[in-house]
């Protein structure tokens, strides 16, 4: 009986390190990489998280791929959605109903090409 006992023990520790090695993946619906804004813990939440979790994703998009440096056109791709969300949450309106704007734009973020190479 000890015997089964120390196995399950084993398989059981063996388990949880498999489980917390395992790589942390894109948040539902975002890019790799990306950290989706969350609503205020206290009071009305403001619409304008969700243009900040942008902006940081933006400006981190930027800083990888040299910071000022970057090649204009990456610049000019995140710019548009940026945008693209402020004129979304301008028609949504709310941060209940703008999780859509939120992910859109950081999905075509993420789809701007760093290397300027797709012609």
């Known amino acids: ?15 949880s390190a498999l489980i917390a090695a395992a790589p942390v993946g894109a948040a539902d619906g975002y890019p790799e990489g990306y950290t989706p ?8 939440t403001n619409i304008l998280a969700r243009f900040g979790a942008l ?5 981190d998009q930027l800083e990888a791929a040299g910071g000022e440096n970057a090649p204009e056109c990456l610049r000019n791709c995140l710019t548009v959605q940026i945008n693209n ?5 301008d028609q949504k309106n709310t941060y209940a ?15 701007c090409d760093p290397k300027c190479t797709d012609g």
Do not use: H, R
């Open 55 to 59: 902006n940081s994703y933006v400006n």
């Open 1 to 15: 009986m000890p015997v089964k006992k120390t196995l399950l023990t084993l398989c059981g520790f063996c388990f």
């Open 97 to 111: 109903t703008s999780e859509s704007c939120e992910k859109d734009a950081a999905q075509q973020a993420a789809q």
């Open 85 to 89: 969300i402020l004129e979304c949450l």
């Open 37 to 44: 804004s969350k609503p205020a813990e206290t009071g009305a």
